[in-house]
């Protein structure tokens, strides 16, 4: 049976506390009444946890990069709009990730204030709870710092007026304090092996040290996100992990908590999510909005390991999706496609039919994907509607660390045989290739090992919400986003079409002297003068 740590033990001391707590938040969780047992601790860390982050954001996050497109322009904020760089400094998506953030940094600032109250905690409780709570904090952090840059950065409490006059602290002292703090952590954490069942979704040693890899890599520390990546490749003591030997399976209410999850956003119970239902078919959800685009599609090689562009691959335009990485299946849905059934539905499957004039799911009726594409990936058949899931997201897995490994043995020019093997070539294993071409190393210069990982890195995380992080920091945006969203190639002339016949979806833009930092909130700026803007977005 699926734990649900946010909904059953957490939410329970929260339903006990319920009055205190609403009194506490609003009074900075200060009252004499409060802080008093395990179960006004556990109560305020579950408001911690719930702030990291939401399914709408996971999934929408994904469509600010070359991955996916949305056309909605109201949904989540204006995601859209940063994603065609047709936006500025009072859309609300800026406002609320940066709201979200420091909403959720406040939370952690008073239980790490209040915690050491609670007198019945044993000396061990303590320093785990609050590692945890730290752990969150330094989450939060992280994500400002990679979206803003220089962001206002505290650890205390602050009272209005502090926060409407702190200024902004340079992002290398926030991700200097990001890796201290993960660092300072890991020792008060238990490992993934000696969490209860009833435990399952809180912060583990091995999180710890994955995101730090992850800050590690983001930052360019090539050598540190190794070493961090080392701490949990065959090293017990620090947590066992291990790839899932399925790679779709992973993505599964019924192997939730499997060896390759190190920490997931936890849903099910009274906390669930629509989101799906928008990145479905239209005869299975609602109206689609998040979809696939070709750019995705074509970066998956084909099974003897070549890209689809390479001479040899044996890539066939009238076939395309034969012959190709058993993941692109797995991740996308295309013309044929089946998917498994909804409980609330009649037919055992329900096939997706792209082409023009076939189904209600065709690209040309006006709620199915404009792109020809559908995500499979996280789709949750035991939901009992499409708005409904409670399917764990996770945030980090194993075969992220692997990749991080991958690279940054790369960028130091140590991607040998034998680290392929346990990193790239135990992923190719894993998800299904049997071609020694796709499996042995290629003994390739750096510069064409990096254009390898980085292919692999986008082929395996699809639709984990890392893909705009990532072409971010290779500062490879204004390549990737300054050109059109392409779809499916379909016959006949009722949409506009490139010269290969795949449809013209959107037209992006990436300035590069501007968006790689979003910029600071309008309503911030009018509220805290002290908060300078950055380059490009006015004064």
Known sequence: MKKYILLTTFVLFALQSCHKLEVGLANDLNEKDFWKTDADALAVMASCYASMGSAEGFFY?????????????????????????????????????????????????????????????????LKRYQAEVRFIRAYSYFLLATWYGDVPFFTNVLTISESQSIARTPKAEVIEFIISELEGIQADL??????????????????????????????????????????????????????????????????????EVIFDLQFGANRLY??????????????????????????????????????????????????????????IATDGSKYPNFAFNSPAEIEVKTLPNTSPNDVLQPFASATGYYWRKYFDPTATSPGNSGLNLIYLRYADVLLMYAEAKNELNQLTATVWDQTI???????????????????????????????????????????????RRWKIAETVLNTQVKGIAIPGNELPKDANGNILVESRVFDPSKHYLWPIPQLERDQNKNLQQNPGWGQ
């Not at 590690?216 to 992990?241: D, H, M, R, V």
């Not at 685009?293 to 001479?311: F, P, R, S």
């Open 425 to 471: 070539g135990a992923l190719r294993r894993r998800a299904g290739f049997t071609d020694s071409g796709a499996l042995n190393f290629p003994n390739a210069q750096q510069a064409a090992l990096r254009d390898i990982v980085r292919r692999e890195r986008r082929s395996e995380l699809a639709f984990e919400s890392l893909r705009i992080f990532d072409i």
């Open 61 to 125: 996050t994904e469509s600010l990069s070359d991955n996916s497109f949305t056309r909605q322009s109201d949904r989540y904020g204006g995601a859209k709009q940063i994603a065609s760089g047709s936006y500025d400094p009072s859309l609300p998506l800026l406002k609320n990730e940066w709201t979200d953030r420091y909403t959720s940094i406040r939370k952690c600032n008073q239980f790490l204030a209040n915690v050491s109250r609670v007198t019945a905690l044993s000396e061990t409780q």
């Open 190 to 259: 238990p490992i993934n092996t000696a969490l209860p069942a009833a435990e399952n979704g809180r912060v583990t040693r091995g999180a710890a040290i994955a995101l730090k890899a992850r800050v590690n890599l983001f930052e360019g520390n090539w050598q540190a996100a190794a070493t961090a990546c080392e701490e949990l490749i065959g090293k017990p003591e620090n947590g066992t992990y291990s790839l899932f030997p399925s790679y779709a399976g992973i993505f599964t209410v019924a192997n939730e908590y499997n060896s």
């Open 274 to 331: 629509d989101t799906q239902r928008f990145f479905v078919p239209v005869t299975i959800g609602l109206r689609t909005d998040i979809m696939p685009t070709q750019a995705l599609v074509d970066n998956y090689i084909t099974t003897n390991g070549k890209a689809i562009q390479e001479a040899g691959s044996g890539y066939d335009a009238s076939n395309p999706f034969a012959n190709r990485d058993p993941r692109l299946a797995a991740t």
